[in-house]
């Protein structure tokens, strides 16, 4: 029976130490030297592709920078001002705004007061259908960016918008290590506010964004068995606290055959050592009884049982599935939000808003019809005689 484990077990540290001590026992210790920095040469250029890519504390992961764009709103991991700098600068120079000095606790009053440190998340909302961009989630360079104290266009002053934007700040936690092509990360919202921290998990790759995704500590070239367990129960990212899904599910591929196992919602304390069995008679595999996605935990078995019978059995269509470049990443919906072109977001949003919606057109077509008011005029004479 096959068993997917949570981690690999490294070689210990000690290991090339015990080699060398071997190798002077024997008297081998140049020729052993040697291969050694051989082995070192030829590994560096390996390395230097496959070494996951380091996101420093408290920043935004690479993958993550620029304006991410879907049909309701734009985003940005960060403060929108960080990003282009210079651009915003000069924007400000030739319109001749005022500057909106947004450091802590300055133009949006007791919500940033309240708002804990952080790194700034960016929220425009498309209303209106699209006709009116709203600034809905704003703050100034985080702590420590080159921007320093951010300075920002003033806020329109209407009905369709609030007195100050919401300040909202998260932070990322990898849940896979990132690479130049793909990562995926725990983040994690403070919404002003609100006591506890809410988890949205997200994965990148492929300049999409997805909140609907399944994860694998596997590399790509592995050509087995395969079991990518459901790491995403958010389905969007709001100004609100999100809703939280009582099901998801993992995805165990075993050739031309795949098998979607339901987990769902439960209070059970999550085991880290439960696992389930799946067996169909020709397939016969355990994996992790329990999942926790951020402060929720889902199980495949009910109770004490350990015997997994809602797995579907579907064929493994890879037109279905979409896997990122290191195959630990697995999609079978659509992408949340994709990268967008957009370099400057407030002159995005500025533009945006200056458009003007065209005069509705009429009910009723344009006619060529002539009316004879003559003859209606001398309908009125007889009407008024009798």
């Not at 309240?114 to 709203?134: E, H, Q, S």
């Not at 009582?246 to 439960?274: F, P």
């Not at 990268?339 to 060529?368: C, F, G, M």
Request: with cysteine.
């Amino acid at each position: 029976m096959k068993r997917f484990l949570r981690s690999e077990r490294a070689r210990p540290a000690s290991f090339p130490f015990f080699c060398f001590a071997f190798a002077c026992a024997r008297g081998r210790a140049i020729p052993f030297l040697c291969a050694a920095a051989v082995i070192v040469l030829l590994s560096v250029p390996f390395a230097a592709a496959q070494t996951p890519r380091e996101s420093a504390a408290g920043s935004v992961p690479q993958l993550l920078a620029g304006v991410w764009e879907n049909e309701t709103r734009l985003l940005v991991f960060g403060s929108a001002v960080d990003i282009a700098p210079a651009a915003a600068g000069e924007r400000m120079a030739e319109s001749g705004e005022s500057a909106v000095d947004i450091a802590p606790a300055a133009a949006v009053g007791n919500a940033a007061a309240r708002a804990p440190a952080g790194i700034p998340l960016t929220v425009v909302l498309k209303l209106f259908y699209g006709w009116y961009y709203d600034r809905a989630a704003e703050s100034g360079g985080a702590a420590g960016s080159a921007s320093g104290t951010a300075v920002l266009p003033e806020r329109d002053r209407n009905d369709a918008v609030s007195a100050a934007a919401e300040v909202i700040s998260v932070s990322f936690e990898p849940l896979i290590p990132e690479t130049a092509e793909s990562g995926a990360w725990n983040m994690t919202v403070q919404y002003p506010g609100q006591k506890q921290p809410v988890s949205i998990p997200i994965a990148v790759f492929g300049g999409s964004l997805y909140l609907d995704f399944m994860i694998s500590q596997l590399p790509a070239e592995f050509t087995g068995d395969v079991f990518w367990k459901a790491a995403s129960n958010t389905t969007a990212i709001s100004l609100n606290v999100p809703t939280v899904s009582t099901e998801v599910y993992s995805l165990y591929r075993s050739g031309a055959a795949a098998y979607r196992v339901r987990y769902w919602l439960t209070d059970m304390s999550y085991d880290e050592t439960a696992f389930a069995v799946l067996n169909d008679g020709s397939t016969s595999v355990s994996f992790p009884k329990h999942l926790r996605i951020g402060s929720a935990v889902y199980t495949c078995v009910p109770g004490r049982g350990t015997q997994v019978r809602n797995a579907e059995k579907i064929p493994y269509d890879g037109s279905r599935y979409v896997l990122s470049a290191d195959g630990r990443i697995c999609v079978s919906a659509a992408p949340y939000a994709i990268l967008s072109t957009v370099e400057d977001l407030y002159a995005a949003v500025e533009e945006a808003n200056r458009r003007r919606k065209p005069p509705r057109q009429p009910p009723l077509p344009d006619s060529d019809l002539d009316f004879h008011y003559e003859i209606i005029e001398e309908l009125r004479k007889y009407a008024i005689g009798r």
